[in-house]
């Protein structure tokens, strides 16, 4: 037995309903394309993934692929650029760490603890060495993402440094020097050996909490008040 036609209200929130599915349809399409594409730059790098492949993956056309990105350097630069978002939550933290009323040695070290664990994980690592790794290619984009990641970072930091020193908890002469001292205490020596895939020992959780420990207090050696 045939369903009877639909009432004018029915066929009136199906039509109201369509264009919420295509979006719906639209962004997830959107969100597969890019995970795909994420494994495939971060495993093969840009000159070795293909947009055929990055569609295999995803499970879609070429052509879909191009309803959402004009072409591969779009996407590249897209999935870069949205990655670098990752970093906004930590600039919030940073003014709210160090107000803490409990001395200074106290939050500087939760600040250097979240930097660390923050940092120093595969994804973000595998993001960094394809960044370096493709700055010749791309210099505009590598130079926006330095832009948006460690200098926003080293800005936020240096401005709240020097708050410090104004309350008479530091003494500086250069906040940014000062913030990229701090920086370089807490991470040089596990960043410098992951880019390098080298990451087994020095990238164990206890290991990031020693060289947290180690690094504020080399800072504070150098820049503290007491």
Same mark, same amino acid.
């Not at 993934?49 to 897209?78: C, N, P, R, W």
């Not at 001395?103 to 070290?109: C, F, Q, R, V």
């Not at 990641?149 to 709240?160: G, Q």
């Given at each position: 037995? *045939?369903?009877?036609?639909?009432?004018?209200? %029915?066929?009136? *929130?199906?039509?109201?309903?369509?264009?919420?599915?295509?979006?719906?349809?639209?962004?997830?399409?959107?969100?597969?394309?890019?995970?795909?594409?994420?494994?495939?730059?971060?495993?093969?790098?840009?000159?070795?993934?293909?947009?055929?492949?990055?569609?295999? #993956?995803?499970?879609?056309?070429?052509?879909?692929?191009?309803?959402?990105?004009?072409?591969?350097?779009?996407?590249?630069?897209?999935?870069? #650029?949205?990655?670098?978002?990752?970093?906004?939550?930590?600039?919030? %933290?940073?003014?709210?760490?160090?107000?803490?009323?409990?001395?200074?040695?106290?939050?500087?070290?939760?600040?250097?603890?979240?930097?660390?664990? #923050?940092?120093?994980?595969?994804?973000?690592? %595998? #993001?960094?060495?394809?960044?370096?790794?493709?700055?010749?290619?791309?210099?505009?984009?590598?130079?926006?993402?330095?832009?948006?990641?460690?200098?926003?970072?080293?800005?936020?930091? *240096?401005?709240?440094? =020097?708050?410090?020193?104004?309350?008479?908890?530091?003494?500086?002469?250069?906040? +940014?020097?000062?913030?990229?001292?701090?920086?370089?205490?807490?991470?040089?020596?596990?960043?410098?050996?992951? +880019?390098?895939?080298?990451? %087994? =020992?020095?990238? =164990?959780?206890?290991?990031?909490?020693?060289?947290?420990?180690?690094?504020?207090?080399?800072?504070?050696?150098?820049?503290?008040?007491?």
């Amino acid at each position: 037995m *045939a369903s009877p036609p639909p009432t004018l209200p %029915q066929a009136a *929130a199906a039509r109201a309903a369509a264009p919420t599915r295509r979006r719906t349809g639209r962004l997830a399409s959107a969100a597969v394309i890019m995970e795909a594409a994420t494994t495939l730059f971060l495993r093969k790098g840009y000159a070795g993934t293909s947009m055929d492949e990055i569609a295999a #993956l995803a499970g879609v056309s070429k052509q879909t692929i191009y309803t959402h990105f004009a072409d591969k350097e779009h996407l590249f630069s897209d999935l870069i #650029l949205r990655n670098a978002a990752r970093v906004d939550e930590f600039v919030e %933290q940073v003014g709210g760490i160090l107000d803490d009323s409990h001395g200074l040695e106290k939050p500087l070290l939760e600040l250097a603890r979240r930097y660390i664990h #923050l940092v120093i994980r595969p994804e973000v690592l %595998q #993001l960094r060495r394809l960044v370096i790794g493709e700055a010749g290619n791309f210099p505009d984009l590598a130079g926006t993402y330095y832009q948006r990641v460690p200098e926003r970072v080293l800005s936020t930091l *240096a401005s709240n440094l =020097e708050r410090l020193a104004g309350r008479g908890l530091l003494r500086m002469d250069d906040p +940014m020097l000062a913030a990229n001292h701090f920086v370089a205490l807490i991470l040089w020596v596990p960043l410098d050996r992951a +880019m390098f895939h080298i990451e %087994q =020992e020095s990238l =164990e959780p206890g290991r990031l909490e020693q060289l947290a420990h180690a690094g504020v207090r080399v800072f504070l050696a150098a820049y503290g008040t007491s």
